[in-house]
């Protein structure tokens, strides 16, 4: 019984962030949305909302959490298809465009509570992005034979610029996102280089 009603509470809080997500739009920010709002199109009453949750503060920093997460899972995949061979910049800017055509509303929550009024949001925000740069700069470490240090310059500006791209490509049209995305592999192209030509400079003195 005790294995059921675990699933079940499971269940219904996976209601409430698929409910949250659901009603986020380009008109429309987490902030304003209701506690009510969110358990109606849940299906549940809104004192059901507090077995889940302590206020509308609480499941925002869920939904930031899982949101960062589910961009690492999907960075992650990208990187399998890599090693079955292919540019590791181009499957990787057409991984993250793909994100962004089929899960909008979780990157636009990123984009706009990096920015919002909430301290504790941002800093929610800025540790997803960082766990994703982080991330990324160990695998250019393994990957291309880089110091920690060109590593994690190189993965910070790709960061930088991709998630620029993503904030571009929200509201774009199917060719206007295809032009972002060639720009951005080519941006990428250009630091991947001088992160090369860097690291080569520092081998040669020392």
């Known amino acids: 019984m005790a294995g059921i009603r675990a699933q079940q509470k499971e269940k219904t809080r996976r209601q409430l962030i698929d409910a949250a997500l659901g009603q ?11 506690l009510r709002e969110v358990a109606k199109e849940a299906g549940l009453a809104p004192t059901s909302f507090y077995r889940h949750f302590s206020d509308m503060d609480e499941l925002g920093l869920t939904l930031v959490d899982e949101a960062g997460l589910t961009l690492r899972q999907l960075m992650r995949q990208a990187r399998q298809r890599i090693e079955k061979g292919g540019s590791v910049i181009q499957i990787s800017v057409r991984t993250f465009m793909e994100f962004i055509e089929n899960n909008g509303n979780i990157f636009r929550l990123l984009l706009r509570e990096r920015s919002g009024t909430s301290a504790a949001f941002r800093a929610a925000v800025n540790r997803e992005i960082s766990y994703f740069t982080l ?6 470490q393994q990957a291309n034979r880089l110091d920690a240090e060109v590593a994690y310059l190189q993965a910070n500006a790709a960061v930088t610029i ?5 904030s571009d490509a929200l ?9 972002l995305a ?14 090369m030509e860097m690291a080569q400079r520092k081998a040669t003195n020392n």
Not at 24 to 34: D, T, V
Request: aromatic share 12%.
């Open 24 to 34: 986020l739009s380009s008109e429309r920010s987490f902030s304003s949305l209701s």
């Open 135 to 140: 991330e990324l700069c160990d695998y250019l």
């Open 162 to 166: 991709v998630f620029s791209a993503g």
């Open 171 to 179: 509201d774009a049209d199917k060719k206007e996102r295809e032009q």
């Open 182 to 195: 060639y720009r951005t592999i080519q941006q990428l192209r250009f630091i991947a280089r001088g992160a």
